[in-house]
């Protein structure tokens, strides 16, 4: 998918009008930001916001989370345990001491 985010008024009036003109290629709209499909015409409306507009828009190619992928799986458990906690007030450093999961610091260490 190409994530559009536009910073400019004049920018985040061509993105809505894109929006609404070509529905079937937008899977999201979030106001000054856009989802568009990943068909070379997602990637066609991406681009001529970017083409119109040139710094204006940041265009991003994304691609859904999987995260039952074995790199994620270290993660997945740690946020799992964590909205299990028995204490909605415990902050995730203090509930992560102790245990098999990653500390914060390590994981904003560690890229995947």
Same mark, same amino acid.
């Given at each position: 998918?190409?994530?559009?985010?536009?910073?400019?008024?004049?920018?985040?009036?061509?993105?809505?009008?894109?929006?609404?003109?070509?529905?079937?290629?937008?899977?999201?709209?979030?106001? +000054? @930001? &856009?989802?568009?499909?990943?068909? %070379?015409?997602?990637?066609?409306?991406?681009?001529?916001? =970017?083409?119109?507009? !040139?710094?204006?828009?940041?265009?991003?190619?994304?691609?859904?989370?999987?995260?039952?992928?074995?790199?994620?799986?270290?993660? +997945? @458990? &740690?946020?799992?345990?964590?909205? %299990?906690?028995?204490?909605?007030?415990?902050?995730?450093? =203090?509930?992560?001491? !102790?245990?098999?999961?990653?500390?914060?610091?390590?994981?904003?260490?560690?890229?995947?």
């Amino acid at each position: 998918m190409f994530l559009v985010i536009t910073y400019s008024t004049a920018a985040r009036t061509t993105l809505r009008n894109v929006c609404r003109a070509h529905e079937d290629a937008v899977v999201r709209q979030f106001g +000054r @930001a &856009a989802l568009f499909d990943r068909t %070379e015409f997602g990637a066609f409306c991406a681009l001529r916001l =970017r083409a119109k507009h !040139g710094g204006e828009v940041q265009v991003e190619r994304t691609r859904p989370l999987n995260e039952f992928e074995a790199t994620y799986e270290r993660v +997945r @458990a &740690a946020a799992e345990a964590y909205e %299990e906690r028995d204490s909605p007030y415990t902050p995730y450093e =203090r509930f992560a001491t !102790g245990t098999d999961h990653p500390s914060p610091g390590e994981m904003r260490a560690r890229e995947l």
